[in-house]
């Protein structure tokens, strides 16, 4: 199985201790085992899966996308709060999320005033494509 990980994903392990990796680790194996074993979410946050596991003795979600058979997206890990809430706003940041296909370009530093939402290409590390999409503007 192929695993991907976010910007946001790495940087939410990096904060994480030795124990807590090798707990993240055996949660990450366990998804790539069996893909259909989060639950999925339904509305905004539709076409992810979230996996509940314990980090620390505590409960920590692990959100990911299925992009295909042999390919899994790891977007997020922490604790409950807030996390709903952080993750809705991943894609809202054009955090690299594959299955959406659209960027806001003021996300990446490039203002908004007549700019539209444009279809991505994706590559293994994400999203690009958007840059040369709209070279001509």
């Known amino acids: 199985m192929r695993i991907l990980v976010t910007p946001t994903f790495e940087r939410a392990v990096k904060k994480l201790h030795r124990q807590q990796k090798a707990e993240l680790d055996a949660a990450v194996k366990a998804v790539a085992n069996d893909a259909e074993i989060g639950e999925a979410k339904v509305g905004d946050l539709a076409g992810i899966r979230v996996f509940k596991f314990r980090l620390a003795n505590q409960l920590c979600l692990l959100s990911y996308r299925v992009i295909d058979e042999g390919t899994i997206k790891l977007l997020t890990v922490g604790p409950h709060e807030n996390f709903y809430r952080d993750l809705k706003r991943l894609d809202h940041r054009g955090d690299a999320w594959p ?33 040369s999409a709209h070279a001509s503007v």
């Not at 005033?113 to 444009?118: D, F």
């Open 99 to 131: 299955l959406t296909g659209r960027v806001r370009p003021s996300c990446r530093g490039i203002p908004v005033a007549g700019w539209a939402l444009a279809p991505l290409a994706t590559t293994p590390t994400g999203v690009a494509g958007w840059r």
